[in-house]
């Protein structure tokens, strides 16, 4: 009886050793998960406030946002252009472009021309000044990303695609549209 107790208590034993192996790899992976959490949160952290010092960077500057200078940047390198085709360019909505269009006229940096027999149809022209700073402004940070997206293989902008659509479902803005 005494082996039988021996063989039952070592078995018992490597079970609970085991068990304990078993629930410490699952706190690691916990541990894991939750460092990779965090990890995620603050590179995304990291990006937003990239973006927002940029914007800041490019206002003291040159006294313009981001969306204003991707419209004078779609001027410089296109010429004059109807409001529809600049929105192209900008990747944005027809109505965003306007309000970005009023800012810049204000500022003496676009103008809107009428010059078809069709005066409904209006082209904006950069000025002077508006050619001036598009020489001399820096790269828009969304030029940054494309050409660094550019650089990655097709595995990797897919990667890329399918852990920012889960980010955006999971922060239910998957249906928001984008100005």
């Not at 109807?82 to 944005?92: D, E, G, K, L």
């Amino acid at each position: 009886m005494g082996s039988c107790h021996a063989l039952c208590f070592l078995k018992q034993l490597r079970w609970q050793m085991t068990k304990t192996r078993s629930i410490t790899i699952k706190n690691s992976q916990k541990e894991s998960s939750q460092d990779k959490i965090k990890e995620i949160v603050f590179l995304i952290r990291k990006l937003m406030q990239g973006a927002e010092l940029y914007t800041k960077e490019l206002n003291k500057k040159h006294s313009i946002t981001a969306a204003q200078l991707n419209c004078l940047l779609a001027l410089y390198e296109n010429g004059p252009l109807p409001p529809s085709q600049i929105a192209r360019h900008m990747m944005v909505k027809s109505s965003t472009v306007t309000g970005v269009i009023d800012r810049l006229e204000q500022k003496a940096l676009v103008t809107r021309e009428r010059n078809s027999p069709d005066r409904r149809i209006i082209n904006i022209q950069l000025t002077a000044s508006g050619k001036k700073l598009a020489e001399v402004a820096p790269p828009p940070i969304q030029q940054r990303v494309i050409d660094g997206l550019q650089r990655l293989s097709s595995r990797e902008l897919n990667q890329i695609i399918q852990s920012l659509t889960k980010l955006t479902e999971m922060l239910d803005v998957q249906d928001l549209k984008v100005v």
